[in-house]
Nanobody, 125 residues
Framework: QVQLVESGGGLVQAGGSLRLSCAAS????????MGWFRQAPGSEREFVAA???????KYSDSVKGRFTISRDNAKNTVHLQMNSLKPDDTAVYYC???????????????????WGQGTQVTVSS
């Protein structure tokens, strides 16, 4: 059974930092793009960042320069370092893996066939 399990969410003040982690099990994702999405109450799920097996990454404009995505293929993990957090970053953050082995980072959620259960990130002002 394939599982993606997120950890590292929590409550932080504006300007603070958090590091999210995602551990995959049940299959290897070393040849799949892995990424992070987020969903705030009343909003659609939106792309945050994603990374290819070789380390090529893509970020949404809203987090570029503040967030850094990384992965460890040997450990089947992906991380999201979030700095300079803002109240607008408050959301449930989801780890995801592209359903197809690809070197292209796709930002639409429909391409991601594997999802974690989500972890809450709350940034207070």
């Amino acid at each position: 059974q394939v599982q993606l399990v997120e950890s590292g969410g929590g409550l932080v003040q504006a300007g603070g930092s958090l590091r999210l982690s995602c551990a995959a099990s049940g299959r290897a994702f070393s040849d799949h793009v892995m990424g992070w999405f987020r969903q705030a109450p009343g909003s659609e799920r939106e792309f945050v960042a994603a990374i290819t097996w070789s380390g090529n990454s893509k970020y949404s404009d809203s987090v570029k320069g503040r967030f850094t995505i990384s992965r460890d293929n040997a450990k089947n993990t992906v991380h999201l370092q979030m700095n300079s957090l803002k109240p607008d970053d408050t959301a449930v953050y989801y780890c995801a893996a592209d359903g197809t082995a690809t070197v292209i980072v796709r930002v639409a959620a429909r391409y991601y066939g594997y999802w974690g259960q989500g972890t809450q990130v709350t940034v207070s002002s």
